[in-house]
């Protein structure tokens, strides 16, 4: 599946690129633009960037899962992120409420 239309990104590369910087530190923190400069690529339209934080989030809770170390303070720590992606990354999406869409 491709996540980003501008750089031609898909989710194979991008789960690839987020697990080899996981093996490299497992508790750096992961962000849309240090996966992207790791790719030697840049956010152009950004578009793709919250569907990117999901993916960092599901492969670095499954990631920590498969290495059993400290989970519970994993799952905690990525539950409060999704809680405050729902709070604040979720109603507006390209400075536009949900309800306006054209298409």
């Excluded at 809770?61 to 303070?73: F, I, P, R, V």
């Excluded at 720590?77 to 109603?91: M, T």
């Amino acid at each position: 599946m491709l996540v980003c239309q501008c750089n031609i990104i898909t989710q194979k590369e991008l789960d690839a690129q987020v697990r080899a910087m996981l093996d490299e530190d497992p508790w750096q923190l992961i962000v849309p633009a240090k996966v992207y400069h790791a790719m030697a690529k840049r956010g152009r339209c950004c578009g793709c960037f919250p569907n990117v934080v999901e993916t960092i989030i599901r492969v670095t809770e499954d990631y920590h899962s498969h290495a059993q170390e400290g989970e519970a303070s994993v799952v905690t720590h990525l539950d409060r992120v999704r809680a405050l992606r729902e709070k604040f990354g979720s109603k507006f999406n390209e400075r536009r409420p949900k309800g306006h869409r054209a298409a």
